[in-house]
């Protein structure tokens, strides 16, 4: 057996190179997902390095939001009070302002894995300060500040560098004089740290002269830090202040990222697994043509003496030495698609070059072990068939096969179509779970699609039931266009049914991609344009041109004063935006649970006087005064809120009560989500809130833009510009998902390709002996080209009719305006002319090779 395996080998090596170069894609693919999704969880739960290494006790003022680890305190401490106590070596005071810092082509800094930037204070104590210098000194004057590795990296600075930094009132140039890391780290858990002197930031927190938002402490030696805490709580009782012991901090940083970890692994891992299911559904499709093929020859090795498990281990042993070269190559290919995924997930604020390229055994081994094992299961069946097939069965099948039988082919698809009802199931459970929110849509439709793509697999089955009627269909057009040629296209189409099928599967699966992803983008941005100029009445906006992992980089608010400056402009208006936590009444669940997740609220700051020039919001709400507060109809339904009610929010600043104004609607879910206050009240809720653009009214681009050129990375924009900006701020992460898609398509289309070349390679003996009787070249590339035209009517109306059924389900399922079924007609025609121009590109070179075969070659190939 082994000499007829390196035989096989010798003769096909084209069909194997192409199944080969099929297989190492797919598994590439697989490889290059899995690594991307545990790079990702490794940026988020490795980097639990605590700028509190080196503190024992942390006093912080106020008190701080449980429900959130990195929440500033709301209060203000004075390290008087702590400094010096019994059983204190050291202390030194701490703030945090968040900010934005700029490299140096001027573009934003993305945090890594959706943190954050902030400025500290340096710690001049030398047994607290856990910052290790790898490069420079330590900031002493104003102006001057240390950053963490990882800022200087992405950033592509180093000492000496100017720093532009935009605080939330201003923004400042700086001097980089030094470069560290934490505890060997490039980041800390909370993100990126740029430090400067503690009068500095003192200063640019606000905070009076003395005081800190929270005071590091470190023990005395012999003192243990448990009961220094105790006796510090007990010291500073009749002080507004929380004392909290520094390695309790540190754990749930730990704890939290940890958590974050697996929420960012699983959901990345929801998408990659579009890419998962598309690789193997490639491998199995093309490795199982590669064995059809050869029927005919396996049934004659059974006519001269070999046995039906000879031929199994045959095909197996072929199976086994293809997938362990194409996992090798695969896996190697898995590491530029890694790559590419981690730079297109950049783009959307989400950096995890923090966490280098994986190499354990989980990203080796396993899509190592799923190509050997899907080439395995794909021989298996094939080997099964193979084996039981008699030399007269296969003189036939050389020139044609059937649809199988009916009954386990339906049973199969039953099966099949059962597994995708996994997730259509689990939204069920979804919707039942999560309240109603963008959260929800988006892994409903997820599920959705994840779903219809596994109906893919169950229509692929059924595939070879459509040749038939859709041959028929194509042959009498073909016989009326090219006469004889296509009377001799329907005899072939209708009496080959598995191997046109196979070729329209891999057409269906990439049509079905791109279909269903343009509907969904052609929907939702013609939903956010629609609504956002609804809403909209500013002519112009200052936006930011960098990303963060909340959205686009916040403004500095004295940007508007700038802006207001200019002329022709009547009103410039700053669009402030933080998270509010509803703290009383409190939260009510959805599903009347006991203990609902905590509530967090967007909240919009708007000058109440100049609002009705730049927005125009639904609802009839009346300006808002100071202590007041407009909320969304949907949430105040949600928590049966009413007006005039009172309810108290945590903010930045800590608790405030507010008074329920009334409702309002922001159909475009662009400028205040869920709930509005004026800019007065944003002061007491978050005097940093951050500013998400400046609104304008009147001037014109050219002034604005001069007027706003001393501070970089800022743009003007008109409505509609800044209506694609904030959209696509509301819509981060589709980059990547575009990626997976991309890649998917490519490999599904490839995969097609394959197989068509495939097939019309293996009837090189038919093709040769019409050419012995008559047929003239133009005739056989007439019949591939009809053969190719069914290919394309197959795939496109399975592809295209998936991809409707699965925007209509995400409609009903989430019911979002976002999602409709409302395509446009050149979309269909785009699609279906696209798949045309892919299948005739691929089967033309083929086509061409099968007109000009010998009847002696064809003769051979028998």
């Known amino acids: 057996m082994w000499l007829i395996a390196r035989r096989s080998f010798a003769e096909g090596w084209v069909r194997l190179v192409a199944t080969l170069l099929a297989a190492v894609f797919s598994i590439g ?47 203000h401490v004075a390290l008087k009070d702590v400094a010096g106590r019994p059983g204190v070596a050291a202390a030194a005071g701490d703030a945090l302002v968040p900010v934005t810092a700029s490299g140096r082509d001027g573009e934003t800094i993305v945090p890594p894995a959706g943190a954050g930037t902030t400025l500290r204070p340096w710690t001049p104590e030398p047994g607290l300060n856990p910052y290790h210098l790898e490069s420079g000194r330590a900031p002493a004057a104003d102006g001057e500040v240390a950053v963490t590795r990882h800022v200087a990296r992405a950033g592509e600075l180093g000492t000496g560098d100017p720093l532009r930094v935009m605080l939330p009132r201003q923004s400042r140039e700086m001097k980089i004089v030094g470069i560290v890391t934490v505890e060997g780290r490039s980041a800390v858990a909370r993100g990126d740290l740029v430090l400067a002197p503690p009068e500095t930031v003192r200063k640019a927190a606000g905070l009076p002269e003395g005081t800190w938002q929270g005071v590091w402490v470190k023990a005395a030696p012999g003192v243990d830090a448990a009961r220094l805490s105790n006796d510090l709580a007990r010291d500073l009782r009749g002080k507004d ?84 070269v194409a996992s090798i190559g695969g896996v190697l290919v898995g590491y530029p698609v890694s790559a590419l995924l981690t730079r297109l997930f950049a783009r959307d604020g989400f950096d995890i070059t923090a966490a280098d390229a994986q190499f354990g055994w989980i990203a080796l081994a396993v899509p190592a ?31 044609s096969d059937t649809a199988g039988r009916r009954w386990p082919r339906l ?34 439709a997820m599920l959705i699609l994840m779903g219809s793509m596994t109906t893919v697999a169950a229509l692929a089955v059924l595939a070879p039931f459509f040749v ?40 269906m699966l990439g049509v079905a991609l791109v279909s269903t992803t343009a509907l969904m983008v052609l929907s939702v941005g013609a939903r956010f344009d629609a609504a956002g100029k609804e809403v909209m009445r500013a002519e112009h906006a200052i936006a930011a041109t960098g990303m963060t992992s909340a959205g686009p980089a916040p403004l500095p608010r004295d940007l508007a004063d700038a802006a207001a400056a200019a002329p022709g402009v009547s009103h410039a208006v700053a669009l402030t935006v933080t998270d509010a936590k509803l703290v009383s009444p409190a939260p009510k669940s959805p599903y009347g649970d006991d203990d609902p997740a905590p509530l967090y609220l967007m909240v919009s700051g708007v000058d109440q006087e100049a609002l009705p020039s730049v927005l125009d919001l639904g609802g009839g709400l009346r300006p808002l005064r100071t202590g007041e507060i407009g909320l969304t109809s949907t949430v105040m339904k949600a928590q049966k809120l009413r007006k005039g009610q009172r309810i108290i929010v945590r903010g930045g600043a800590g608790k405030v009560a507010l008074t329920v ?24 809720l978050d005097p940093d809130a951050a500013t998400q ?51 998917s398509l490519v490999l599904a289309l490839f995969g097609m390709a394959t197989t068509v070349s495939m097939s019309v390679g293996e009837r090189t003996r038919e093709f040769g002996l019409l050419g012995a009787v008559g047929a003239t070249a133009a005739q056989i590339r007439s019949i591939v080209r009809w053969e190719a035209a069914t290919v394309v009517l197959l795939g496109g109306l399975l592809g295209i009719g998936t991809a409707l059924g699965t925007v209509f389900l995400m409609h009903v399922a989430t019911g979002s305006t976002f999602l409709s079924l409302d395509p446009p007609w050149w979309l269909f025609v785009a699609v279906i002319a696209g798949a045309a121009a892919v299948t005739l590109a691929t089967s033309a070179l083929p086509a061409r090779r099968a007109a000009d075969v010998p009847v002696l070659e064809a003769a051979r190939a028998g």
């Open 241 to 324: 202040v929380t004392v909290r012991a520094a390695d309790g901090v540190r754990d749930a940083q730990s704890a939290t990222l940890q958590a974050e970890g697996v929420s960012i692994g699983g959901a990345i891992g929801m998408l990659a697994s579009v890419s998962v299911f598309v690789g193997l559904f490639v491998v199995a499709n093309t490795f199982g043509t590669l064995v059809r093929q050869r029927t005919r020859r396996l049934a004659l090795l059974s006519a001269i003496g070999a046995t039906p498990r000879q031929i199994k281990r045959l095909i197996k042993f072929e199976a086994l030495a293809l997938g362990v």
């Open 369 to 399: 072990g799923a190509g050997i094992l899907v080439t395995q299961i794909a021989a298996w069946r094939a080997a099964r068939k193979a084996a039981r097939i008699s030399p007269m069965q296969a003189l036939r099948a050389a020139s």
């Open 468 to 507: 038939g009627p859709l041959g028929g269909l194509v042959g009498r057009v073909g016989t009326a266009v090219s006469g004889e040629a296509g009377r001799l296209a329907r005899a072939t189409i209708t009496r080959s049914p598995r191997r046109v099928s196979s070729a329209a599967s891999s057409l």
């Open 693 to 743: 653009a400046i609104l304008v009214r009147g001037g014109t681009e050219d002034g604005l833009t001069r007027a706003v050129a001393g501070v970089p990375g800022v743009e003007v924009l008109d409505r509609s510009g800044y209506i694609d900006t904030a959209s696509s701020a509301m819509t981060k992460g589709m980059t990547v998902i575009y990626g997976f898609i991309g890649m």
């Open 29 to 75: 693919l697989i490889a290059g997902s899995l690594q991307f999704t545990m790079r990702a969880q490794e940026a988020v739960s490795g980097s639990d390095a605590s700028e509190y290494a080196r503190t024992d006790v942390l006093v912080t003022g106020g008190t701080t939001d449980p429900d959130d680890v990195y929440a500033a305190p709301d209060g």
């Open 661 to 684: 104004a009334g409702a309002y609607h922001d159909p475009s879910h662009l400028f205040a989500d869920q709930a509005l206050v004026s800019s007065a009240t944003m002061d007491r």
């Open 411 to 444: 049973l199969g698809a039953l099966a099949v179509f059962a597994c995708a009802w996994i997730f259509f199931g689990s939204v069920f459970a979804l919707r039942y779970e999560e309240p109603p929110g963008p959260e929800r849509t988006i892994g409903t």
